[in-house]
């Protein structure tokens, strides 16, 4: 089996490469997948809904949430969950 030398350039084009995979793996991944934890502003427009309907979400136990240092934060799959479970299909004749 024959020897292969790897030249300085060489390792720098797979240098370049490599990260050009990475940056492309990381930006499709943030396409597909939101964040974990939104915050108010974030879920109102996710949902397309006003700051007192939100309120009124969290206080009748809808909408799960949790507050830290007085800032709330919705879990984006709890959202879901609620979306989904609340899910309405009408037949139209």
Do not use: C
């Amino acid at each position: 089996m024959g020897a292969t030398i790897l030249t300085t350039e060489d390792l720098m084009e797979f240098k370049l490469e490599l990260l050009d995979e990475i940056r492309t793996l990381l930006q499709n991944r943030s396409d597909h997948f939101p964040k974990k934890w939104l915050k108010t502003h974030e879920v109102r427009e996710l949902l397309g809904v006003s700051h007192g309907t939100l309120q009124n979400l969290r206080l009748n136990g809808t909408l799960p949430f949790s507050k830290v240092g007085g800032v709330l934060y919705y879990d984006y799959e709890e959202i879901m969950q609620v979306l989904e479970s609340n899910r309405v299909n009408n037949k139209i004749p």
